[in-house]
């Protein structure tokens, strides 16, 4: 159980520093904040989230291996994921975050070689940088508050993820004219709306 709670305190980590890598590289490509949070209530890039988990578990046992065996084992690995992660949200809401078909190399416009090359390196990173730093930070938290703190972090995305798929319903059913019915729905008009949740979809939502 404890290497879960790890894998989702990984998660989290990652989803944040994501969401901050993603926040410094739109401002600075294109002037403007964007929200790439994945839920309407904190700086959560699941995807980053996904990756960070995915990386750990692919790379762990090679963690001693050389350098271009981990970044051949991420550039496919992370290839792979990147494209199923596309395929995937492109079924479940209709468009991806993502579009490399402008880009040299590139397979359906869901991966392309600059970015396969980039999973490489991350991968390095990663599992020979980042992880051993956070897997000390982690094992100084004390054991019941390590357990603690995992369970209400479950609580809590469980219940963001349903307001978040809550505020998307809502905001479909404004732009279709439809009136709110009660506070909770006016409220969802006044806050996350078209408007909020376009932003923090980089600008695919529909």
């Excluded at 972090?153 to 059913?173: E, G, K, Q």
Aim: proline content about 2%.
């Amino acid at each position: 159980m404890k290497k879960l709670y790890k894998l989702l305190y990984i998660f989290v980590i990652t989803s944040i520093c994501g969401y901050v890598v993603e926040l410094i590289w739109t401002f600075v490509t294109k002037g403007v904040f964007i929200n790439h949070s994945a839920v309407v209530i904190g700086p959560f890039n699941f995807a980053y989230g996904i990756c960070g988990v995915a990386l750990t578990l692919l790379l762990y046992k090679f963690k001693d291996e050389s350098y271009l065996k981990i970044f051949l084992l991420s550039f496919i690995g992370g290839s792979i994921l990147e494209y199923i992660m596309s395929f995937g949200m492109e079924v479940v809401v209709g468009f991806t975050a993502w579009d490399y078909s402008n880009s040299f190399l590139n397979l359906n416009g869901r991966i392309c070689l600059l970015f396969s090359i980039f999973w490489g390196i991350l991968g390095i990173l990663w599992i020979k940088i980042l992880y051993p730093q956070i897997d000390k930070i982690l094992s100084k938290i004390n054991k019941k508050a390590y357990k603690t703190i995992a369970i209400c972090l479950i609580i809590f995305i469980l219940l963001d993820i349903l307001f978040t798929i809550s505020c998307v319903s809502r905001a479909h059913n404004a732009d279709k004219g439809i009136p709110p019915i009660n506070n909770y729905e006016k409220f969802l008009d006044n806050t996350f709306n078209s408007k909020y949740l376009k932003n923090m979809f980089n600008n695919n939502w529909k």
